[in-house]
């Protein structure tokens, strides 16, 4: 809501702020989390303790019993159809990349919402009409996520331009499926993907900007493959579950000794 500058429903803000506030030990996914947390809730003085999400490397390969092969003009979006999620932007910066590249394609996947800013019951209905060419989009609604793996395989790049997260899941997926992935330069994002290096990050309003990034990506293998490569190996220095499981154990008890 602070991110939307939506107000919070007080009943929402109360039970929120008793959980926090009755809590042993803090813990938030990302830095850019805990001091919003901090502002909102007034934790001055309150330690958070930074342990990101973590993905299981191991169950992000596609079996070669059903492997597909790699669309390298598919774009895909993952995630629910949602404004926080920047799914308003997509449309204008999917206009954009077809100018350049005719024949890419976008492919959507995730459960449709309504949006709270508009009173419409889908987002979906308010994207469709930005399309320049709706013919090369592709929703999938709502996939099983034992789907997910084929769907990340057989695209060229993902794009998450998201305006309101916390620390996604589906940066990390993609990552440690050697994908190259444009995503949203908001709050939490540089804390997984450093900008040039392992991903591009850009603002989701700057629609030409991102389609540039997009098309790079498309159009050069070299810098893709390379990209996915660094990105796969960001996760398993710094995301893998093993890893982040360890750390959460670490931290239980380093506290169940002390207290």
């Not at 830095?31 to 947390?37: F, G, L, N």
């Not at 998450?160 to 949203?184: D, G, H, I, T």
């Amino acid at each position: 809501c602070k991110l939307e500058k939506r107000k919070q429903k007080i009943k929402n803000y109360v039970l929120e702020w008793l959980n926090i506030h009755k809590a042993d030990i803090l813990i938030s996914v990302s830095q850019y989390t805990a001091k919003i947390t901090q502002q909102i809730f007034k934790l001055e003085g309150r330690e958070i303790h930074i342990i990101p999400n973590g993905v299981d490397i191991e169950k992000m390969r596609v079996e070669k019993s059903s492997e597909s092969s790699t669309n390298n003009l598919n774009i895909l979006y993952l995630g629910t159809l949602i404004r926080k999620k920047g799914c308003l932007e997509i449309p204008g910066i999917f206009n954009e990349v077809i100018k350049i590249i005719p024949n890419a394609r976008l492919v959507l996947a995730g459960k449709d919402s309504r949006d709270i800013s508009t009173g419409s019951n889908s987002t979906w209905e308010l994207m469709r009409p930005l399309f320049d060419n709706l013919s090369q989009v592709d929703y999938l609604q709502e996939v099983p996520h034992s789907e997910i793996v084929n769907l990340i395989h057989s695209a060229g790049v993902c794009i998450f331009p998201s305006y309101a997260e916390a620390l996604p899941l589906s940066w990390l997926e993609a990552m440690a499926m050697k994908k190259a992935v444009v995503a949203s330069n908001i709050g939490w994002a540089e804390e997984v993907i450093d900008s040039g290096a392992n991903g591009f990050l850009v603002s989701p309003n700057m629609h030409s900007r991102y389609a540039e990034n997009v098309i790079l990506l498309l159009t050069d293998q070299n810098l893709r493959e390379k990209m996915g490569m660094d990105a796969n190996e960001k996760i398993r220095e710094k995301f893998s579950v093993t890893k982040i499981a360890e750390s959460h154990l670490s931290l239980y008890r380093e506290k169940s000794n002390v207290d």
